[in-house]
């Protein structure tokens, strides 16, 4: 028998409807920040994602799909393809490749699945699926403002309300300017010199590669000596300090509670100013429902012009694993079940059907070789609130017995008032 392959997995009804809820709920709310939707492709050109997330990162240097192209023109040939591990490096090529700037600030969503070879655990997928956001644009418009980090928060406050998670804390995290986190990288070299033999094999790597990367270490016998590390923090040069602080207090103005981590420096390369995670405690190891920052340099590190953006990825797998909602209680559920009974009345149901679906009704439709106790039955067995009975009598009649299967009473509806009564039982 062929399977699912580790790490993947098949998204089944009745769990899909919280999917749908999700989805839903992330077009309303984002739409009301004047955000619309992107969508790039799942592949894109491996440089892409080496010359953005960056080289040194667990993403790129150890859990991208990557293949040759095979196709036949000479600009294919040998040309390495990825499957996305991330949305943000496809949004910004696209913003370059379709000079977006042209329309100012682009306020931008997606949903989709990206891909990582990780060991797979639970909440931890190798397709997973992201529903995030940029913000991007020329400095003239805006885009750097620590308006924009704020709103973005607030968005995702309101987003995480609306689904009903409570719980949730953010973390938030300056990471500064590259100059600020070169200063930082060198003082964290020396602290760690004396130290870093001690410390866990991805340590020792990052020492060399991005000794800011230090702090994403779990490892818990490393954590003392991480303790005593300089922070980010202290290297803040005056105009990052001021971001920050703005982004602060807009926060407690509209009344977003944050949590001040000095730990938080996320996992990749291209990361400004802003970081940061919203966790929840219900959901164990695996804790982080979402991530983002600040971006400001990504487009000229793409050959593109000067376009800071912000943005953020929710992990949608972590974030439907933390919902109260039961699937069964967010889910449609057939309305009405249409019974036929007997010879040559599949066409009258289907002709009712059909009229019924017009006026939003979910509809199943039974089959005339099933015997009345079958469909009655079956009615019950998909959750149908009502059974209708289309028999010879009832198309004379132009009336059809409706039947309340929760109380079991029936009584005999005229055809034009079908869909008004099947609607008024809701
Ligand atoms: P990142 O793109 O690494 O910042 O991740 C953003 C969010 O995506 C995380 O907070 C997780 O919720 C989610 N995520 C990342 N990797 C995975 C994965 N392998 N499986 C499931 N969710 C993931």
Redesign the pocket.
């Known amino acids: 028998m062929i399977k699912a392959i580790r790490g993947t997995r098949d998204l089944l009804p009745p769990e899909t409807a919280l999917w749908n809820f999700v989805e839903a709920a992330a077009r309303d709310v984002f739409r009301a920040y004047n955000f619309q939707e992107i969508r790039t492709p799942i592949f894109e050109e491996t440089q892409l994602f080496a010359r953005s997330v960056g080289e040194e990162t667990d ?1 790129v240097s150890k859990e991208m799909y990557t293949w040759e192209n095979r196709g036949r023109a000479q600009s294919e040939k040998g040309q390495s393809l990825t499957l996305r591990p ?1 949305n943000t490096a496809g949004v910004v090529r696209a913003y370059i490749e379709h000079k977006l700037w042209d329309r100012g600030l682009n306020k931008l969503y997606y949903i989709g699945p ?1 891909f ?1 070879r ?1 060991r797979p655990q639970k ?4 397709q ?1 699926y ?1 529903i995030g956001a940029e913000a991007i644009g020329p400095p003239s418009a805006g885009s750097e403002s620590p308006a924009r980090d704020a709103e973005m928060l607030e968005m995702l406050a309101t987003f995480l309300d609306r689904l009903g998670i409570t719980g949730w804390n953010l973390e938030l995290n300056s990471v500064g300017c590259p100059n600020d986190r070169a200063r930082c990288n060198e003082a964290l070299r020396k602290a760690l010199e004396p130290v870093v033999s001690k410390m866990c094999a991805d340590c020792q790597r990052r020492a060399v590669t991005n000794p800011l990367r230090v702090f994403d270490c779990k490892v818990p016998e490393d954590q003392p000596i991480i303790e005593k590390l300089p922070r980010i923090s202290q290297f803040l040069d005056e105009p990052c300090r001021t971001h920050f602080a703005e982004v602060q207090e807009i926060l407690q103005a509209v009344g977003v509670p944050f949590r001040l981590n000095d730990r938080l420096v ?3 390369d291209y990361y400004t100013r802003t970081a940061f ?1 919203f966790t929840h405690g219900a959901l164990g190891a ?1 804790n ?5 920052g600040r971006y400001d340099g990504l487009s000229e590190s793409l050959g593109g012009p000067q376009a800071p953006g912000i943005g953020f ?3 949608e ?3 439907v694993m933390s919902l109260k909602e039961s699937a069964e209680a967010v889910a449609r559920k057939p309305e009405v079940y249409i019974a036929p009974l007997g010879a040559d009345m599949n066409r009258e149901a289907a002709r009712l059907a059909r009229e019924l679906r017009r006026h939003d009704l979910v509809v199943e439709l039974g089959d005339e070789s099933f015997r009345m106790k079958k469909s009655l039955e079956t009615a019950s067995k998909l959750g149908a609130r009502y059974a209708l009975i289309v028999g010879e009598n009832e198309v004379k009649a132009d009336a059809f017995g409706l039947k309340n299967l929760e109380t079991g009473e029936q009584i005999p509806v005229p055809h034009h008032e079908l869909a008004a009564k099947i609607q008024a039982g809701r």
């Open positions: 993403i991330e990206q990582r990780e909440g931890r997928y190798r997973f992201q996320r996992g990749l995670e695996q982080a429902i979402l991530g983002g990825a929710i992990g797998d972590r974030l």
